[in-house]
């Protein structure tokens, strides 16, 4: 499995009495690569919707048997969508809604994620 940039947004969740916890997230309405977690280790994936070889086909098929570069587990086992769904260090599970509104391009950033279709 490759890297791949990815055109997101930083946005800072609250779980429990934690606060400001960096996550990333893409507009949907903006950027069409979804991104996606591992809740085993935290690995952060992306997967770019309109690929001609994949739209259309679900994900958990694209995924298939795919073992999780960062702890070796089957993604179709462990994979939930990101930043909804993400792992902090000590195994918790958070929660984080990102916003639909469109941000000015100059505040996005280019980060490198693990590429399912890759």
């Known amino acids: 499995m ?3 940039s ?3 947004f ?3 969740a609250q779980v429990g009495m934690r606060y400001n916890i960096e996550v990333f997230y893409t507009v949907p309405d903006f950027y069409h690569t979804k991104l996606f977690t591992c809740l085993k ?4 994936f992306c997967a770019d919707q309109e690929d001609i070889d994949y739209s259309g086909k679900p994900l ?3 995924v298939g048997k795919t073992i999780c570069p960062g702890c070796s587990s ?3 086992e462990s994979m ?3 930043p909804q769904l993400f792992r902090l260090e000590d195994g918790t599970i958070g929660h984080f809604e990102p916003t639909r509104q469109i941000l000015d391009d100059k505040v996005s950033l280019a980060i ?3 590429d399912l279709y890759s």
């Open 2 to 4: 490759n890297q791949t």
């Open 6 to 8: 990815v055109k997101c």
């Open 10 to 12: 930083k946005g800072y």
């Open 41 to 44: 280790c935290g690995a952060i």
């Open 60 to 62: 958990d098929v694209v």
């Open 74 to 76: 089957e993604l179709s």
């Open 80 to 82: 939930a969508p990101y």
């Open 112 to 114: 490198e994620f693990w």
